[in-house]
């Protein structure tokens, strides 16, 4: 049965943006879709598909949800289709070496729930077909969300694991009370702690911190994480760059 636009519009309230990272088949950006709206998600991120975009398989696929793949947005690098982002779950199905606090699915739609009630702008992250997320991709997210599968066989689709984690914040419903925090109480967006880190790895850098030169990469995904799990504010976020400035200038030799 096909939903006029106007009706699937009526039943899309504030949600999480799924981001797909690297999505390489049409079919499966489009089953997504349509998992999306199925249970009121409309904000459909895509970094570098392969196949570009607009996507005639996606949309034959979305059977009906137009309204998420009309609206979708591009994005050139996973940073920035999380720019304005304040808490971010990776889905990953592997264990990794990052101490990232991991969800399953249930409790990962409460706390997004929560959150977007407070009037956070969260997003879910999906790897591609072939490799799923990096470590990298895992560093940038404030906590994992993993669906419990058979060990045996832990391959899932990713389409799959949309309706999963789309089913699940459908679930959550109306469970967590709103409530609205200050500017300055507010979480500071993806953008903000990306320029954070910079400025940290340039300062690290000057005083050799990173050191030897080829355990950089690892060294610098640790950090990333651990201001990751933070849950810095706007506010604090400032005090930590004030921090940095400091401690650069009082590192100067005096005159």
Sequence with gaps: MRISRTRAREGVAPAPVFVLVEPQMGENIGATARAMLNFGISGLRLVKPRD?????????????????????????TLDAALGDCQYVLATTARMRELATPVLEPSAAAVELKKRIDEGQRCAVVFGGERNGLTSDDVARADAVLSIPVNPAFAS???????????????????????????????????????????RLESALDDVGYFYPAEKKSGMVRNLRAAFARGGFTESETRTLHGVIKALAQSAKPRE
């Design 52 to 76: 570009g975009w607009p996507n005639p398989k996606a949309a034959a696929m979305a059977s009906g949800a137009s309204l998420v793949i009309d609206q979708t947005e591009i994005f050139e």
């Design 156 to 198: 899932i689709n990713l389409a799959q694991a949309a309706l999963v984690a789309a089913y699940e914040w459908g679930q959550a419903g109306a469970m967590v009370l709103p409530y609205h925090p200050s500017a300055e109480e507010a979480p500071a967006t993806k953008e903000t702690l990306s320029r954070f880190f910079a």
